[in-house]
């Protein structure tokens, strides 16, 4: 019996809470997966004996803590890990360390300069005045400024207000902060090149733009509205890799009732006068139901799944000119034993955070020089975690489990596609970038999973490889996500929605857009709710 | 009593404006600047014997039309050439025509027309939109006042007359990069990168930059504004200076140039006056600043007269600039391949693919020159022999993208750059070289110290979402009086901006006016 009220594409971190959402509500829900795991790029995978990979994305803390709690996810087995600061290697031989206590931050950070000190504070608050600002509206639908519906009159003038509060000069500032480059934001606080180029990588992850492209300062933004625990701004590992939020929400969803169905590729959504009917598999076989939902990314939900002659032409050109370009790539890395690195003792906690080496907002630039002209980085910037520093079960005793980051990685190669001997040199890019500061990692290396935006698109599905569905910029956020008219979930087919990361608010393992979906397509069933609102900042 | 009812730091366009309005309203004003011609940045200048340029701008396409009628520029002295197509070249000679709504050339065909034609009319719009608020003093979204209202309130009417269509294209696209704009709206890699031209002309920006698309459509506005098309001005640019000069002094405004303003005065409270570099102070109930914000505040004004939190925002407004600008003195008419010699009086642009406009910008940001450039070409002898000795010629030339300061220094960098742009010249004008009398290459710096703009940035502040609109210069500054007690801007530092609009000076001055500061 296919015949279902509900099906979701893509066992991904936002599918599985939709599905979980609608189940709860009393829907007969199934969720469909391509890959004989579930996941999507929240997953964690054994791929050398005795080491498992996050191996796509690889630390949490955007993860809405309503969902978590909603769904009881700690029941279902999930348990994050909050790690402490981070370090940025610098060509000299000295290195700068982020420190979770304020006091030792303080000093760190006057060690370089004493001026960059006494901004950070400075910093601190700014920043975290713009995190606030926005937090209450990741769990909310985006009105839609040009419709005239109370609802959406309401929720705008409720969002104009929020700003309106703020003051005339604090209100332009948040303009100034959604419109600049993350480079120019941090120029106006300090003046050490190292300290910039380290808060400067969080503008510049999953992002086709450089430390001086203006837009840049809201990625940074993006970075920093999460929070573990309570604790706004910080970072953690899940217990067990990443898919251990997807095992969690699979666990919520199927305790709802809700069925999930791996190795099941759509072919294309059945849409009958009109309306979505269900789902036709690649092998033929075929799924019903009155609603589906899409996690696939835009361009894929648009232009792969649905026949062009069920769309809107209007739908067809801003799927096709929605910007989800490929520009990271990563290295899931075995490791005999634990790297050193010049100047720090391998004791130190920062060895268990977040590390770097572009040491200059300038190389960071001429990373993204690199792909605006068609390859990867030669100096590259990386976010490198050691996760089994705080997670002994991703590796066996005294052995390390090693994730990198890579930035920037071209979706093509100078226009053609890229080929095995490019990924070579892309992986020699990254493993000499950390040898330059660490003598002993080289002969560590006992695997290494190097993956190109080639690879993550094959895998996860995501259009060249894009980590967030789509860029991060300001004409492809809240209300214009994915595209102006079409940012409240539901897409021109009526019973056909989209929860995935290309919808309000946006890329990283959230669940918000799931949720969120989940709540549009509750009200247009006119079921109850099952959705939870957001929890108000104190 | 003071001296003057205000005085007016900088003989610039705006400046001129400004004293011209205030005068015609019967105020007493004084304007000071210490170059000897009036103008600023509209100047003509003799850079070698017997060859008169236009020193920085070259093109009038934006200056508003209702100031040449309130000032009668025309009776003035200002007179215009005739509105000028665009011709960018193409390495093959077959050039790209830009005039009006058509483009022909470089291989365009039907569809490349019907989506110009489209993209000019959604400009248009978008133009016509940012117009209402260029002619009015930026309104406060929170602290409003009836005025301010009133702007929004033809601001949103204007917006909901768009469309519902055209709206959801605007919030779309204003903040994004003209890069993808023209790979949305274009197949033709010719018509692409001459139109991103008109986005990075005066900015540090490539294509790929956010806030490209407003920059292009602040150029744009032009054809509200002036509606002449693209056209240079008889004489030279310095004949605007000299017109506006001559209608301010016409309607009572005093002049006087070779005076450098070294400092703004601050009594207790509020600013009482300037001091000129001769030790002499002049008195005024208000002094108005054409000068750039940076120069404004922190030259002339000084940070230990301000707040803290005003100090950091003038620290931190940004005025970069890659734009430099070329003289050629020619011996004979050049010889540019595929071009007949009518042609030549038209505007000529060179500019790689926009791809190649990015490669052509990075080595700037490392202070480093590059090996290709974007011209801008005017050769203005052609409409107006008298600007060059009989039968010679000159070239001028707005080039991207040169550092401030490359790390070489412009001892050595500059003959060298010069070089470079000279052969880039010879790829579509051969034997160019060897026409060449004279030249003149004005950098970012050089600029800075001839016309007193901070980095050499032409828009005095980069044109950036942040800097622009009610954000110009920056909050606590923006309604032309600033943040200061008797201080007023009326330069391109203020709403709206930069350019040959003549707008910041005519809307301080009738926002002075209004408030009643001079009574």
């Not at chain 2, 009610?470 to 709206?496: D, E, I």
């Amino acid at each position: 019996m296919n015949q279902y009220d509900a099906i979701v594409i893509g066992a991904g971190h936002n599918g599985l809470t939709n599905g979980a959402y609608l189940a709860k509500a009393g829907l007969k829900v199934a969720v469909l997966e391509r890959n004989p795991y579930i996941g999507g790029a929240t997953v964690s995978r054994e791929l050398h004996k005795g080491w498992w990979y996050s191996n796509c994305s690889y630390v949490s803390s955007l993860l809405r803590p309503e969902i978590t709690r909603d769904l009881e996810l700690p029941r279902h087995g999930l348990q994050v890990v909050s790690f402490g600061g981070g370090a940025t290697f610098m060509r000299n031989g000295d290195y700068f360390g982020n420190y979770s206590d304020h006091g030792r931050h303080y000093r760190e950070i006057a060690r370089h300069s004493k001026r960059d000190a006494n901004a950070y504070d400075r910093y601190a608050a700014d920043t975290s005045l713009q995190t606030k600002l926005i937090r209450p509206y990741l769990m909310r639908t985006p009105p839609d400024p040009t419709s005239l519906k109370p609802r959406d009159l309401r929720d705008l003038l409720e969002f104009a207000r929020s700003f309106m509060d703020l003051g005339e000069e604090k209100l332009l500032d948040t303009i100034k902060f959604w419109t600049a480059s993350v480079g120019d934001y941090l120029n106006e606080y300090f003046e050490t090149d190292v300290i910039k180029a380290h808060m400067a990588g969080s503008g510049i992850i999953g992002t086709a733009l450089g430390v001086y492209s203006p837009g840049t300062a809201y990625v940074l933004l993006h970075h920093y509205m999460g929070d573990v625990d309570g604790n706004v701004g910080a970072w953690g590992f899940a217990r067990g890799g990443m898919g251990a939020i997807a095992n969690a929400l699979s666990k919520a969803f199927q305790s709802f009732g809700g069925e999930i169905i791996c190795d099941a590729n759509v072919d294309e959504v059945i849409v009958k006068n009109g309306k979505a009917a269900g789902v036709a598999l690649k092998d033929g076989r075929e799924y019903r139901a009155p609603i589906v939902v899409s996690n696939l990314d835009p361009k894929r939900t648009f232009l792969d799944i649905i026949n062009p002659s069920d769309l809107p032409k209007d739908v067809l050109k801003k799927a096709t000119n929605f910007k989800i370009r490929g520009s990271s790539g990563k290295l899931n890395i075995a490791l005999d034993g634990l790297p050193v690195f010049h100047g720090l003792d391998p004791k130190n906690r920062l060895m268990a955070g977040d590390l770097h080496f572009s040491d200059s907002l300038e190389r960071q630039e001429r990373a993204y020089d690199d792909w605006k002209a068609g390859t990867w980085s030669k100096d590259p910037y990386l976010d490198m975690m050691i996760p089994s520093l705080t997670d002994p079960t991703m590796a066996p005793p005294g052995k390390h489990m090693m994730s990198v980051f890579v930035q920037y990685a071209p979706p093509k190669i100078e226009g053609r596609e890229w080929t095995d001997a490019d990924k070579d040199g892309f992986e020699k890019s990254v493993i000499d970038q950390i040898s330059n500061y660490s003598p002993n990692f080289r002969d560590l290396i006992l695997h290494c999973e190097t993956r190109t935006p080639r690879e993550i698109e094959a895998e996860v599905g995501l259009t060249e490889g894009n980590i967030f569905m789509g860029e991060l910029t300001f004409d492809q956020l809240l209300f214009n996500r994915p595209f102006p008219g079409y940012a409240q979930y539901r897409s021109p087919i009526k019973g056909m929605y989209m929860c995935s990361s290309g919808t309000h608010p946006g890329g990283g393992v959230m669940a918000a857009p799931g949720a969120n979906a989940a709540r549009e397509i509750l009200a247009d069933l006119k079921r109850p709710n099952t959705v939870p609102g957001g929890y108000a900042d104190d | 009593m003071t001296d003057y009812d205000a005085v007016i730091i900088g003989a610039g366009h705006n400046g001129l404006v400004c004293a011209g309005y205030l005068a015609k309203a019967g105020k007493n004003v004084l304007v000071v600047d210490g170059r000897t011609e009036p103008g600023g940045c509209a100047s003509t200048r003799e850079f070698t014997p017997g060859f008169r340029v236009s020193d920085c701008a070259q093109w009038l396409s934006q200056f508003d039309q209702s100031i040449v009628k309130d000032l009668d520029l025309t009776g003035a002295g200002l007179s215009l050439g005739k509105p000028k197509a665009t011709i960018a070249l193409q390495p093959d000679s077959n050039h790209l025509i830009l005039d009006g709504d058509t483009i022909t050339g470089a291989g365009v065909d039907s569809a490349d027309q019907t989506a110009y034609r489209d993209f000019k009319n959604m400009v248009r719009s978008f133009a016509k939109l940012m117009t209402t608020l260029y002619r009015s003093r930026p309104p406060k979204l929170v602290e409003q006042n009836w005025a301010d209202r009133l702007t929004l309130m033809k601001l949103g009417l204007g917006l909901k007359l768009l469309g519902r269509e055209r709206l959801r294209d605007l919030m779309r696209i204003v903040m994004i990069n003209i890069y993808d704009v023209m790979n949305e709206h274009f197949a033709n890699a010719a018509v692409k990168s001459a139109i991103a031209l008109d986005a990075i002309t005066g900015t540090n920006m490539g294509p790929r930059s956010p806030n490209t698309v407003y920059s292009y459509l602040h150029r744009a506005t032009g054809e509200h504004l002036a509606q002449t098309g693209t056209t240079q001005v008889m004489g030279g640019m310095g004949a605007l200076g000299q017109s506006l000069a001559n209608a301010a002094e016409k309607r009572g405004a005093t002049l006087r140039l070779g005076s450098p303003v070294t400092a703004i005065v601050k009594t207790d409270d509020r600013v009482t006056g300037v001091t000129l570099a001769s030790g002499e102070t002049i008195s005024a109930k208000l002094v108005i600043s054409s000068a750039d914000p940076t120069t404004t505040f922190r030259n002339l004004l000084g940070y230990h007269q301000m707040e803290a939190g005003m100090a950091r925002r003038v620290e931190h407004y940004r005025s970069r600039s890659g734009t430099a600008k070329l003289h050629l003195a020619l011996s004979a008419v050049p010889n540019f391949k595929g071009l007949t010699e009518a042609q030549l009086t038209e505007r000529l642009v060179i500019t790689p693919s926009m791809d190649g406009m990015e490669t052509a910008l990075n080595p700037m940001k490392y202070r480093e020159l590059s090996d290709l450039h974007t011209f801008d070409i005017s050769i203005p002898t052609l409409e107006d022999p008298a600007l060059a000795p009989a039968g010679q010629h000159v070239l001028s030339a707005i080039v991207h993208y040169v550092p401030y300061t490359p790390d070489i220094g412009w001892e050595a960098g500059k003959p060298q750059l010069l070089n470079q742009l000279l052969r880039e010249l010879e790829v579509f004008a051969p034997g160019i070289s060897e026409l060449v009398i004279a030249s003149d290459l004005a950098v970012p710096s050089d600029l800075e110290a001839s016309h007193g703009m901070t980095g050499g940035s032409w828009h005095h502040g980069e044109l950036s979402i942040d800097q622009a609109l009610m954000m110009r210069p920056f909050p606590g500054s923006t309604q032309y009086a600033t943040a200061v007690n008797g201080l007023y801007l009326c330069g391109a530092g203020a709403h709206p901006g930069g350019g040959l609009q003549g707008l910041p000076g005519r809307n301080a001055a009738k926002e002075i006016l209004k408030q009643g500061a001079l009574s």
